[in-house]
């Protein structure tokens, strides 16, 4: 059983940053592959990154160039640093973790996903 909190949420105007963190309960992060969705009021749940357990990237086209993903297997940490932040990246975010090796084929899937954070609030003006 994994345990992940986001934090790392808040407002922020066009063009800002910010660096979103989640941390990971258990022994054994470093064997998960870990993603980043977000959800926007009225819209479906949608990838924004992964990182895989050899730390292979991944990214949403909406969000390359802008966003980068990385993990802390010492502090079982995975972080998403959000630079150049648009109004549409305005959606609650969250934190998942896989234990699928699937994952590595698929890491846009939602469903090979495990576990999954509470979501942190993020909230770009214009």
């Known amino acids: 059983q994994v345990q992940l909190v986001e934090s790392g949420g808040g407002l922020v105007q066009a063009g800002g940053s910010l660096r979103l963190s989640c941390a990971a309960s258990g022994r054994t992060f470093s064997r998960y592959a870990m993603g980043w969705f977000r959800q926007a009021p009225g819209k479906e749940r949608e990838f924004v990154s992964a990182i895989s357990r050899n730390e292979n990237t991944r990214y949403a086209d909406s969000v390359k160039g802008r966003f980068t993903i990385s993990r802390d297997n010492a502090k079982n940490t995975v972080s998403l640093q959000m630079n150049s932040l648009k109004p549409e990246d305005t959606a609650v975010y969250y934190c998942?973790?896989?234990?699928?090796?699937?994952?590595?084929?698929?890491?846009?899937?939602?469903?090979?996903?495990?576990?999954w954070g509470q979501g942190t609030q993020v909230t770009v003006s214009s």
């Open positions: 998942a973790a896989s234990r699928s090796l699937r994952v590595e084929l698929r890491p846009s899937i939602s469903n090979e996903y495990d576990y």
